[in-house]
């Protein structure tokens, strides 16, 4: 029997990004709070499969723990949302990212963006009107 994804279109260009495992919350940079994975697409909004096989969903590491404080508690409450940039190429074949050429993973060649919000606002909204920004630089050694 064939697998059949069941993700919805506009989660599936969340699943080409990183997951980014980083000792600090790649959205505000802090330490001082615990620090989770985050995972950019909820566990139970379906799955998508390549060639038959399950394709993990990326995770980032954000500040705050459970569903109510920090980063990762504003990301449950659906007021930090993410989206992921692909790469562009260079005349040499090398991949960057729009943040200026910024070299990025061959393996990837993009970037993550968040956009806040003051109240709840649903992901399909957010990609709309959202004020986006990329994540802070990961350095090679703490990129997943």
């Known amino acids: 029997m064939a697998k059949v994804s069941t993700l919805p279109e506009e989660l599936r260009p969340l699943m080409a990004g990183p997951s980014v495992e980083t000792p600090y919350c790649c959205v505000c940079g802090r330490t001082d709070l615990p620090l989770n994975r985050h995972h950019v697409v909820r566990r139970g909004a379906g799955v ?17 723990s459970g569903n109510t404080c920090g980063c990762h508690g504003l990301a449950h409450q659906n007021m930090l949302h993410f989206r992921y940039v692909p790469g562009k190429w260079n005349s040499g074949g090398r991949p960057y990212d729009n943040m200026g050429g910024y070299e990025v993973s061959l393996a990837h060649g993009g970037h993550w963006e968040f956009a806040r919000f003051k109240k709840p606002t649903k992901y399909s909204e957010a990609l709309k009107k959202g004020n986006w920004r990329p994540l802070r630089r990961q350095r090679p050694e703490y990129q997943g």
């Open 48 to 64: 998508l499969y390549r060639n038959g096989v399950e394709v993990p969903k990326p995770t980032l590491m954000l500040c705050g």
